[in-house]
T-cell receptor, first 113, second 112 residues
Framework: EAQVTQNPRYLITVTGKKLTVTCSQNMNHEYMSWYRQDPGLGLRQIYYSMNVEVTDKGDVPEGYKVSRKEKRNFPLILESPSPNQTSLYFC????????????FGQGTRLTVV | DAKTTQPTSMDCAEGRAANLPCNHSTISGNEYVYWYRQIHSQGPQYIIHGLKNNETNEMASLIITEDRKSSTLILPHATLRDTAVYYCIPRVKETSGSRLTFGEGTQLTVNP
């Protein structure tokens, strides 16, 4: 089954403790991205990657890092999480760089205390 | 990207057609209209997209006006599982950085 898998689904952590949210897709998609969703602000793109070793900032990249060492994986790294990064995070992938028929993961609800 | 206007909320009876409008009067000639939906806190799900012709797939139909300034997503026989927020997203298909700009969308509630 074609899917985008994120882990963990729920995470509560403390300020400053580094964490990684994993994202994996099994569709051989080139394009992957991360979004965060906050009440009243909608979905905003954090980072995206057009292929292996090619990443770029989205609209709200501050406080986040990403890497794309393999085509299928696109982890989101919070080196020093802060409470304002408490949010619902989604990973997405699509077949081509220009193709916006995106597939989304089920989301990771992160709480930073 | 063109700005969109969608009703904040709509209700529909189960089994009836749900017609969700979207105004995109500033849409440019090379922008497609994409529709996604998000069932409560789940990842958004692609529904359909079109440029100027009406489109239909297994999930829905998309009607785009001749002047392309508005469109309507039609769910022909709404079920309770169609309760979700529906987003209308004009987007240039051939461009780099396939960021999807989600607005507020329309909360569709399908009632038994």
């Amino acid at each position: 089954e074609a899917q985008v898998t994120q882990n963990p689904r729920y995470l509560i952590t403390v300020t400053g403790k580094k964490l990684t949210v994993t994202c994996s897709q099994n569709m051989n998609h080139e394009y992957m991205s991360w979004y965060r969703q906050d009440p009243g602000l909608g979905l905003r793109q954090i980072y995206y990657s057009m292929n292996v070793e090619v990443t770029d900032k989205g609209d709200v990249p501050e406080g986040y890092k990403v890497s794309r060492k393999e085509k299928r994986n696109f982890p989101l790294i919070l080196e020093s999480p802060s409470p304002n990064q408490t949010s619902l995070y989604f990973c997405a992938s699509s077949l081509y760089r220009y193709n916006t028929e995106a597939f989304f993961g089920q989301g990771t609800r992160l709480t930073v205390v | 990207d063109a700005k969109t206007t969608q009703p904040t909320s709509m209700d529909c009876a189960e089994g009836r057609a749900a017609n969700l409008p979207c105004n995109h009067s500033t849409i440019s000639g090379n922008e497609y209209v994409y529709w996604y939906r998000q069932i409560h806190s789940q990842g958004p799900q692609y529904i359909i997209h079109g440029l100027k012709n009406n489109e239909t797939n297994e999930m829905a139909s998309l009607i785009i006006t001749e002047d392309r300034k508005s469109s309507t997503l039609i769910l022909p026989h709404a079920t309770l599982r169609d309760t979700a927020v529906y987003y209308c997203i004009p987007r240039v298909k051939e461009t780099s950085g396939s960021r999807l700009t989600f607005g507020e969308g329309t909360q569709l509630t399908v009632n038994p």
